[in-house]
């Protein structure tokens, strides 16, 4: 068990909402990756964050916002949802010293309508 | 385009035999490739990871074999067992990034 936590796990909104889905990450691990999952496809990178600070950015426009807190949990915020954002979002973190290994979560499961 | 490129898509096996997952990548600036298994209603755990100077690695059943020149890594799951069975990704992180470029998957199913 990694330790890594997401809320909600099931999530269901329209198009042109807002969404903010949320990731404690395991105890010490400073650094979280943010990615999203399509149905069938493999996870993309969205954003990670270290030390409260954006540390990295896919290809993914600005309504994919997020925040990381002192206790190095964090949020991901997306505005003015499409329909293409329905997908699983993973949150992973890191330890320090040893960012290659990302421990993720089970994921948040979004479905826009 | 940094791209990751897995195959196959499925792939059925026999309790006992060896299940070989296969990745290719373009971009030569990639300097670590971790597999990671994933189940249903869970995130990816991750198996094994390789570097680009080490050709070969095992961890119990679990071997990468990675080929620099060819830019092509695969995943061998030796003595395949039906606890096995589940979507299998290949990753590639680009150098001087913590972010990783992942496959499309291989989804696994092992009969007992």
């Known amino acids: 068990e990694t330790g890594v936590t997401q809320s909600p796990t099931h999530l269901i909104k329209t198009r042109g909402q807002q969404v903010t889905l949320r990731c404690s990450s395991q105890?010490?691990?400073?650094?979280v990756s943010w990615y999203q999952q399509a149905l069938g496809q493999g996870p993309q990178f969205i954003f990670q964050?270290?030390?409260?600070?954006?540390?990295g950015r896919g290809n993914f426009p600005p309504r994919f916002s997020g925040l990381q807190f002192p206790n190095y949990s964090s949020e991901l915020n997306v505005n003015a949802l499409e329909l293409d954002d329905s997908a699983l979002y993973l949150c992973?973190?890191?330890?320090?010293?040893?960012?290659?290994?990302?421990?993720f979560g089970p994921g948040t499961r979004l479905l826009v309508l | 385009q940094q791209q990751v490129k897995q195959s196959p898509q499925s792939l059925i096996v026999q309790k006992g035999g060896i299940s070989i997952i296969n990745c290719a990548y373009e971009?030569?600036?990639?300097?670590?490739f971790p597999w990671y298994q994933q189940f249903p209603g869970k995130g990816p755990a991750l198996l094994i990871a390789?570097?680009?100077?080490?050709s070969e690695k095992k961890e119990g059943r679990f071997t990468i074999s990675f080929n620099k020149s060819a830019k092509q890594f695969s995943l061998h799951i030796m003595d395949s067992q039906p606890g096995d069975s589940a979507t299998y990704f290949c990753?590639?992180?680009?150098?001087?990034?913590?972010?990783?470029?992942f496959g499309t998957g291989t989804r696994l199913k092992v009969l007992a």
């Open positions: 992973a973190s890191s330890v320090t010293g040893n960012k290659e290994t990302q421990y």
């Open positions: 971009n030569t600036a990639f300097d670590y």
């Open positions: 964050y270290y030390r409260e600070e954006e540390n």
């Open positions: 390789i570097r680009p100077d080490v």
């Open positions: 105890s010490g691990h400073n650094t």
């Open positions: 990753a590639a992180r680009p150098s001087g990034t913590y972010k990783y470029i």
